[in-house]
């Protein structure tokens, strides 16, 4: 290892590791919220086991950003709608005076922000091992495996790799993000033994790569046949669940990219990276320009309060938007989604060219196949969409047809303006459209850059084009 390398992780650890004083801080905060949330269970009759879980228990969390869940272990005869009233109940009296927001994923929970802690309280089933009835059943179990495995030393080695994968955006599991899990990332160090090893294992990484710590599988291809994701880890604590389920292959790619560089050239731009600047307004049409491209926004406002929804909503429509400009010939460079999760949400698509031909090339069936060839001459020969041919090329008939859409703004206009219900939008999305869409070219997206200074960095390293890491 080189002092370099040494070098830059000590200074990582020395900003990640919380104080003696720190610590004291968040644990007595925590165990105040536990106290909390049992006298509130207590009032309202609800027999519960109160938890302090996730990184906190663990010791593994960054000093930058203490997030503290409390887990609410009850009865599993109490019905799963209480979680979202009873349950949620408890958990703002707990939390009164602060900032709340209500979240929900498998089933309802609460988010509050308490002297710039983010605190989760979240109910769960207090069920035997492998007897789940809620995805967060399993947390509990989670920590109990991994806490007595973790000394200080291991605790510093995964704080140093959910820093570099917050560096290098690919850390968390929600559905905005796609990334790695901080219970993924604690296991990974135990597999591997620290931070350095586990990036030298990624460098090495192959496709489908399984790793089964506890050895629940005698043949690796027995995962293989279970899990189909990219990536597999399985649940120490759940030989039938995968720990990385949620990391979308781009992820495990940019993770994978951003180890080999970080190992060939250590630096701390990898942890904290530089920050974004916004270009002018001329810069930013100059470069979109520069392009020669046609780059199209499609934005339209409101959304649901939950992100995980929203997003799985924004991914889901963003395909089925890829899926019609590329039937109807456009050639799609690049796209994504952005969102400011609360009034505005803009898919970006950049195309080769706005506009196409009035008439495009149409093959037809070869001439071996006699009856083929009658059906295309009976569709094609005098039709109004014809507009030369049909004639016989290389063994086959082939004609030239009128385009129905040769603008991708007007397709997506017209193709929209029935909120999207033919293309597969979802539901949200297709509600939002019809009431609030605009479709935009190149720099008609100003007034959404000028507004919105999110929206500004985002595009900037959008179009830019590299991870930050990269100079």
């Known amino acids: 290892m080189s002092s370099t390398l040494e070098e830059v992780c000590a200074e990582v650890l020395k900003r990640v590791t919380p104080t003696t004083t720190e610590r004291k801080q968040v644990l007595s905060l925590a165990k105040k919220l536990v106290e909390k949330v049992k006298e509130g269970a207590k009032e309202k009759g ?36 209480a979680f979202g009233t009873v349950c949620l109940e408890i958990a703002k009296k707990a939390t009164e005076g602060y900032k709340q927001i209500e979240r929900f994923a498998e089933h309802p929970y609460l988010e509050a922000v308490i002297d710039n802690v983010w605190v989760n309280i979240v109910p769960c089933y ?14 509990p179990f989670h920590t109990d495996y991994v806490k007595p495995l973790l000394d200080e030393q291991k605790s510093g080695e995964v704080r140093l790799l959910k ?5 290098v955006d690919v850390y968390g599991a929600e559905i905005k993000v796609g990334g790695f899990s901080g219970y993924l990332c604690e296991l990974l160090v135990l597999n591997y033994g620290s931070f350095i090893k586990v990036l030298k294992a990624a460098a090495d990484w192959k496709e489908r790569t399984i790793i089964d710590y506890e050895g629940h599988y005698k043949r690796k291809d027995d995962a293989k046949e279970l899990f189909e994701e990219p990536f597999i880890m399985v649940d120490p604590v759940d030989k039938r669940r995968n720990v990385a389920a949620a990391v979308r292959k781009e992820r495990l790619d940019e993770f994978i990219a951003a180890s080999r560089a970080f190992l060939k050239a250590p630096d701390l731009k990898f942890f904290y990276p530089p920050q974004i600047e916004a ?105 109004d969409s014809t ?63 000028s507004a919105y200074p999110d929206f500004a960095k985002f595009l900037t390293e959008y179009l830019t084009g590299k991870p930050r890491w990269l100079t």
Request: hydrophobic share 40%; glycine share 6%.
């Open 46 to 81: 609800v027999e519960t086991e109160v938890r302090v879980e996730g990184s906190v228990a663990k010791n593994t969390w960054l000093r930058d950003c203490p997030e503290i869940d409390v887990f609410m272990r009850v009865p599993t005869t109490m019905p799963r709608e």
């Open 126 to 139: 207090r069920v035997k091992r492998g007897e789940w009835l809620s995805a967060t059943d399993r947390t």
């Open 163 to 167: 820093r570099f994968m917050k560096g």
């Open 279 to 383: 270009l002018e307004s001329t810069e930013l049409v100059n470069r979109i320009n520069a392009r020669g491209s046609t780059s199209v926004f499609i934005s339209f406002r409101g959304g649901p309060a939950v992100p995980d929804v929203l997003w799985g909503q924004l991914y889901k429509s963003q395909r089925a938007l890829r899926k019609l400009i590329q039937q109807h010939d456009f050639t799609v460079l690049r796209d994504t989604v952005w969102s400011n999760e609360k009034n505005l949400n803009t898919f970006i698509f950049e195309v080769e060219n706005r506009f196409l031909p009035n008439m495009k090339r149409h093959l037809g069936p070869p001439l071996r196949k006699k009856r083929e060839c009658e059906n295309f001459l009976r569709k094609h020969v005098g039709a």
């Open 387 to 449: 507009v030369s041919g049909p004639r016989v090329e290389e063994g086959r008939w082939v004609v030239d047809v009128q385009r129905r859409h040769t603008d991708v703004v007007k397709l997506l206009n017209e193709k929209l303006e029935d909120s999207g219900a033919s293309v597969g939008l979802a539901e949200f999305v297709s509600k939002a459209v019809a009431d609030s869409l605009e479709v935009m070219v190149k720099d008609e997206a100003l007034k959404l850059y």
